[in-house]
């Protein structure tokens, strides 16, 4: 068996997804979880980005200690010390340099000669090698960079001091028997090349990431880049939990492995799922809610008989447990603390009392509250973002032949209480509009989705809103029982992130 590194790039490429734009809090959860899981490396950002950018990796690498944390650097000198400035604390760094070798990107991007192109990916290696022992160099657009001269950029990096080499294709073109070719013939013709991480980084434009990357793994790539759920820019990336399963369950094929923690899929995926706003379609295989789901009759009577019939993994394999009925009305502080304990929260005092007090009061209004409402009880508080704006109290009229209208009671972080009233198109446009008015924003909601957290009449209803202002993108998330007021209080935190970001002091109209 070989063992294939797993390089999540969740948070860096994951978090180009269109309209993904995560806090540092929710970062740092996503990071705490993917070291849970046991991936090798975490690329946690691009320090030279922005300064937010910056700052999280340095938390990230300051947390977490048993993957090496990565940041991502263009091939020039100020990214890289950027790169440093983030990593220097870490246990484990890696510096991710990269520079498009293909010639479409070398005429119209770079306006690089292949010469130069070279020139500048060695003394970017070299450069990053006097702070990092661990330099990944990345050949942007590689599956579409002529072969003889990809070999050419791959051995010059080597030379320079690169221990992974990566070959990205960048704009999901690619066929499994034309990258798994591309893997052979590095394997066989770049001196040194043994020493070396060979690693794959496929996009899904055509559908083809994980094919693809399966193909790179059988031809010799020992590292796999990829996102939890897929996410990633445009189509997004290869799936982290589908490579994973499926070396896991065609061993005899692949006789490879990866030393992640199968059984954490589930729950990284729930929690990717929901602090980025993407929701996991139903469909999805290994994480998608039908993924183990049998329909037909035919089926359920195969499985009844002999599970193996219609079903090549466990759920529990991948951490899919029946949602068994965990906590109640007469359950106390104790068992509270240990029931997140197991769940992986580990909440200074403070957090846990507001948590406990939080759960006593869903228990007031659902009987029966499982694993899954614990976590989105706890995950929706856990935010580093100031609360410039609480929902106190929100009334709503509502007939199916009268005008929908709704006042808001706010409070605000100076000790004001604001109040508005709004009429609608429907109650939820007539609770926003009223909120507009209440904190004087003027914002576009771009999306809004609703889900049900466990089923039952009684169950969390989670609201994700994307709010646009400018140049400004956010989301926010709120629960309840009631999908109204989850409705508010997702629109609210969305607003209260637009003013984080801005950096301004709330404007309050009275
Ligand atoms: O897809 C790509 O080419 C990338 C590189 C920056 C590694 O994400
Ligand atoms: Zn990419």
């Given at each position: 068996?070989?063992?294939?590194?797993?390089?999540?790039?969740?948070?860096?490429?994951?978090?180009?997804?269109?309209?993904?734009?995560?806090?540092?809090?929710?970062?740092?959860?996503?990071?705490?979880?993917?070291?849970?899981?046991?991936?090798?490396?975490?690329?946690?950002?691009?320090?030279?980005?922005?300064?937010?950018?910056?700052?999280?990796?340095?938390?990230?690498?300051?947390?977490?200690?048993?993957?090496?944390?990565?940041?991502?650097?263009?091939?020039?000198?100020?990214?890289?010390?950027?790169?440093?400035?983030?990593?220097?604390?870490?246990?484990?760094?890696?510096?991710?340099?990269?520079?498009?070798?293909?010639?479409?990107?070398?005429?119209?991007?770079?306006?690089?000669?292949?010469?130069?192109?070279?020139?500048?990916?060695?003394?970017?290696?070299?450069?990053?090698?006097?702070?990092?022992?661990?330099?990944?160099?990345?050949?942007?657009?590689?599956?579409?960079?002529?072969?003889?001269?990809?070999?050419?950029?791959?051995?010059?990096?080597?030379?320079?001091?690169?221990?992974?080499?990566?070959?990205?294709?960048?704009?999901?073109?690619?066929?499994?028997?034309?990258?798994?070719?591309?893997?052979?013939e590095l394997r066989e013709h770049v001196r040194g090349i043994e020493d070396v991480k060979l690693s794959c980084h496929c996009h899904d434009d055509l559908?083809?990431?994980?094919?693809?990357?399966?193909?790179?793994?059988?031809?010799?790539?020992?590292?796999?880049?990829?996102?939890?759920?897929?996410?990633?820019?445009?189509?997004?990336?290869?799936?982290?939990?589908?490579?994973?399963?499926?070396?896991?369950?065609?061993?005899?094929?692949?006789?490879?492995?990866?030393?992640?923690?199968?059984?954490?899929?589930?729950?990284?995926?729930?929690?990717?799922?929901?602090?980025?706003?993407?929701?996991?379609?139903?469909?999805?295989?290994?994480?998608?809610?039908?993924?183990?789901?049998?329909?037909?009759?035919?089926?359920?009577?195969?499985?009844?008989?002999?599970?193996?019939?219609?079903?090549?993994?466990?759920?529990?394999?991948?951490?899919?447990?029946?949602?068994?009925?965990?906590?109640?009305?007469?359950?106390?502080?104790?068992?509270?603390?240990?029931?997140?304990?197991?769940?992986?929260?580990?909440?200074?005092?403070?957090?846990?009392?507001?948590?406990?007090?939080?759960?006593?009061?869903?228990?007031?209004?659902?009987?029966?509250?499982?694993?899954?409402?614990?976590?989105?009880?706890?995950?929706?508080?856990?935010?580093?973002?100031?609360?410039?704006?609480?929902?106190?109290?929100?009334?709503?009229?509502?007939?199916?032949?009268?005008?929908p209208t709704a006042s808001v009671r706010v409070q605000t972080s100076r000790g004001d209480v604001l109040e508005e009233a709004a009429c609608g198109n429907?109650?939820?446009?007539?609770?926003?509009?009223?909120?507009?008015?209440?904190?004087?924003e003027e914002v576009e909601l771009e999306d809004y989705k609703i889900v049900s957290i466990t089923h039952g009449r009684d169950a969390l209803g989670e609201?994700?809103?994307?709010?646009?202002?400018?140049?400004?993108?956010?989301?926010?998330?709120?629960?309840?029982?009631?999908?109204?007021?989850?409705?508010?209080?997702?629109?609210?935190?969305?607003?209260?992130?637009?003013?984080?970001?801005?950096?301004?002091?709330?404007?309050?109209?009275?």
């Amino acid at each position: 068996m070989r063992t294939i590194e797993i390089f999540d790039t969740t948070l860096r490429d994951g978090e180009q997804s269109p309209g993904v734009n995560l806090s540092l809090h929710e970062k740092m959860e996503i990071a705490l979880q993917l070291e849970r899981l046991g991936v090798n490396r975490i690329e946690a950002g691009f320090a030279a980005a922005s300064p937010g950018d910056l700052q999280s990796i340095q938390e990230i690498a300051r947390r977490v200690k048993n993957s090496t944390i990565v940041s991502l650097s263009r091939s020039v000198q100020s990214d890289i010390d950027k790169a440093w400035e983030a990593l220097k604390n870490a246990e484990s760094a890696c510096l991710h340099v990269f520079l498009a070798t293909s010639p479409i990107h070398r005429k119209h991007k770079l306006a690089m000669t292949k010469e130069q192109v070279i020139e500048n990916a060695v003394a970017a290696v070299k450069y990053g090698k006097k702070y990092f022992d661990l330099v990944e160099f990345s050949c942007e657009d590689g599956s579409r960079t002529e072969l003889p001269y990809l070999m050419e950029v791959v051995q010059a990096v080597v030379d320079a001091g690169a221990r992974i080499v990566n070959i990205p294709d960048t704009v999901g073109y690619t066929t499994p028997k034309e990258y798994g070719h591309i893997f052979r013939e590095l394997r066989e013709h770049v001196r040194g090349i043994e020493d070396v991480k060979l690693s794959c980084h496929c996009h899904d434009d055509l559908g083809m990431a994980v094919a693809n990357t399966l193909a790179a793994i059988e031809a010799g790539a020992t590292q796999v880049e990829g996102t939890i759920n897929g996410i990633g820019e445009r189509a997004g990336n290869a799936s982290l939990e589908e490579v994973a399963m499926a070396l896991d369950t065609r061993k005899d094929v692949y006789q490879a492995q990866t030393r992640l923690k199968l059984d954490e899929i589930a729950r990284t995926s729930k929690l990717v799922s929901r602090l980025t706003g993407m929701m996991v379609p139903g469909n999805k295989a290994i994480v998608g809610a039908n993924a183990f789901a049998h329909e037909s009759g035919i089926h359920q009577d195969g499985v009844l008989k002999e599970v193996t019939t219609y079903e090549i993994i466990r759920p529990e394999r991948v951490g899919f447990k029946s949602n068994k009925l965990v906590l109640g009305k007469l359950s106390g502080r104790h068992a509270f603390k240990d029931k997140l304990t197991e769940l992986g929260y580990q909440l200074e005092q403070e957090e846990l009392n507001n948590a406990f007090k939080r759960f006593k009061d869903l228990c007031d209004k659902k009987k029966d509250v499982t694993d899954d409402d614990i976590i989105a009880l706890v995950d929706s508080k856990l935010n580093d973002i100031p609360e410039m704006y609480r929902l106190e109290n929100l009334q709503l009229s509502y007939g199916n032949n009268s005008i929908p209208t709704a006042s808001v009671r706010v409070q605000t972080s100076r000790g004001d209480v604001l109040e508005e009233a709004a009429c609608g198109n429907g109650s939820v446009d007539s609770i926003y509009k009223a909120l507009d008015r209440v904190t004087n924003e003027e914002v576009e909601l771009e999306d809004y989705k609703i889900v049900s957290i466990t089923h039952g009449r009684d169950a969390l209803g989670e609201v994700y809103v994307r709010l646009k202002q400018g140049s400004l993108i956010v989301q926010g998330r709120g629960i309840s029982t009631d999908v109204l007021e989850a409705s508010a209080k997702a629109y609210l935190s969305a607003i209260n992130k637009i003013v984080a970001l801005r950096g301004d002091t709330v404007e309050v109209v009275v």
